[in-house]
């Protein structure tokens, strides 16, 4: 059993939860999906009320170029 921990606010979430089903088929392993939160924990440690993408709008154009790229790359869609 792979337990796949995901935010749901996450954009890197996305390709992976595409992608984690079919990995796991292929070698025969079965996938508890286990959402959780990343934002209280920003909050906590860092003092944030927002994406740290948001809040450093520099991290944020880097993150969605990078996130066109591993989409590209797998074929998934992002619009």
Known sequence: MLEFWYEFASSYSYPAAMRIEALAAQHGVAVAWRPFLLGPLFHEQQGLTDSPFNAVPVKGAYMWRDLERVCQEEG????
């Open 76 to 79: 998934l869609p992002l619009t």
